[in-house]
């Protein structure tokens, strides 16, 4: 009778493995996901450490000089904002924008004087003509120049902003294009909340002369990376595979337990 019972237990062992190899294989594999919590993931910091190290390009003066230029008339026109506008959404959204400018330029006179780099003391022509528009304007006309020279300029300076961000040797350039982002981003929520954004009138994206040749970029190894399984054999779907491999399983253990109980 034990030897009976110790017989029997190869074969539960094996129903046991069974269950939990198949359990293994038909689960669902969800995507990794990055958590802002987890040591190593890029965030956002309000903390400026960058010593100005690496070469500096043209292209890196000139996006100083801008974040520069951007301070110079962003500040003045919600500062109006804030005087001239009898809502109180523009006047929050002025309030938010100038004290964080100030910020953002002070930011950027620190990576300028690191670098060497000379920087404007006044708006340029066309700031300088919007900020006129601006004074003229009355309580009823104000809000919508505001707001719509505003978010334009932002979505202007969006771009370039990636442009520097990944293509600068310089560790000062890009930690300020990082915290140049995030203000950018955060200024066109805050101009867009208004509810009186133009869209119709912000200028379009250029359309690709052939398809997949826009903005995003998208070569041979990401279309072949979106098509392939991870099982590595072309055409042949994941979830085909796991089902092959689980009944293969299934009928192992049968057969191994026939064997046993023939003993």
């Not at 020279?149 to 979505?155: D, S």
Request: glycine share 6%; charged share 15%.
């Amino acid at each position: 009778m034990v030897a009976a019972r110790f017989a029997g237990r190869p074969s539960r062992w094996l129903v046991g493995i069974s269950a939990m190899v198949l359990t293994f294989l038909l689960t669902p594999i969800s995507p990794a996901r990055a958590d802002s919590t987890i040591p190593g993931i890029p965030v956002p910091s309000t903390s400026f450490n960058a010593k100005g190290a690496g070469s500096v390009s043209p292209a890196d003066r000139d996006f100083v000089i801008k974040v520069r230029l951007a301070g110079l008339w962003e500040i003045p026109a919600s500062n109006m904002a804030q005087e001239k506008s009898d809502d109180p959404r523009i006047v929050n959204i002025g309030k938010s924008i100038s004290a964080q400018h100030v910020l953002l330029d002070q930011l950027d006179r620190d990576v300028a004087k690191k670098l060497d780099i000379e920087l404007p003391n006044q708006p340029n022509g066309d700031q300088q003509y919007w900020l006129s528009e601006m004074r003229a304007a009355n309580s009823t006309t104000f809000d919508e120049i505001y707001i719509d020279r505003l978010r334009a300029a932002h979505g202007k300076i969006f771009p370039a902003i990636a442009t520097i961000r990944a293509s600068t040797r310089n560790d000062a350039v890009r930690q300020l294009a990082q915290q140049a982002n995030q203000f950018v981003m955060t200024h066109m929520t805050l101009l867009e909340s208004s509810g009186i954004v133009d869209y119709g009138a912000l200028p379009t994206a250029a359309a690709p002369t052939t398809p997949g040749s826009g903005p995003v970029p998208v070569d041979g190894q990401m279309v072949a990376a979106a098509h392939s399984s991870t099982s590595g054999i072309p055409g042949v779907n994941t979830t085909v595979v796991l089902l092959v491999l689980a009944v293969a399983l299934v009928a192992g253990v049968i057969t191994t337990m026939r064997i046993f109980r023939a003993r």
